[in-house]
């Protein structure tokens, strides 16, 4: 079995990994408005969304280095499924922690909540998408 070893740059100009790429800015922005904030780094909502930030970041990025490098092609895995998994789960624990940072009335925390929300939002918009190929594949090989 012969393993590509060459890039998906293609990947890079489509809708996933754009969305991708916005994902991990996002957190990015979020995680540096959290920690330059006027609030000690010791409060629970400042440190949950912080939390929820970099697991987002490196779960993110690793989705996006996988697909940028096709590593998992001949795995014998579901990506779709995988996939709807993991952006349900990130797309979840971003609103809970966006909605934890949005009930202080901070500058710096608003901010964070208004980038956490549009990482959830496009982490819905790809669990959806997930899902709905995944029915779309069901449908077509006739299984449940």
């Known amino acids: 079995m012969s393993v590509n070893h060459d890039f998906d740059r293609k990947y890079l100009r489509s809708i996933e990994g754009l969305c991708k790429i916005t994902c991990l800015l996002c957190a990015f922005i979020g995680f540096l408005c959290i920690a330059c904030s006027s609030v000690r780094l010791s409060n629970f909502r400042g440190c949950f969304y912080m939390i929820v930030a970099v697991i987002g970041f490196v779960t993110t990025l690793a989705l996006f280095v996988s697909r940028y490098l096709r590593l998992g092609q001949?795995?014998?895995?579901?990506?779709?499924?995988?996939?709807?998994?993991?952006?349900?789960?990130?797309?979840?624990?971003?609103?809970?922690?966006?909605?934890?940072?949005?009930?202080?009335?901070?500058?710096?925390?608003?901010?964070?909540?208004?980038?956490?929300?549009?990482?959830?939002?496009?982490?819905?918009?790809?669990?959806?998408?997930s899902y709905r190929?995944?029915?779309?594949?069901?449908?077509?090989?006739?299984?449940?």
Do not use: K, P
């Open 74 to 129: 001949g795995w014998q895995l579901n990506s779709t499924r995988c996939s709807l998994g993991v952006h349900a789960t990130l797309a979840l624990s971003h609103f809970i922690a966006s909605g934890l940072v949005l009930s202080l009335d901070i500058g710096s925390y608003t901010a964070a909540a208004f980038f956490g929300l549009t990482i959830f939002s496009i982490n819905a918009l790809e669990a959806f998408g």
């Open 133 to 144: 190929r995944s029915r779309q594949r069901d449908v077509s090989t006739q299984t449940v």
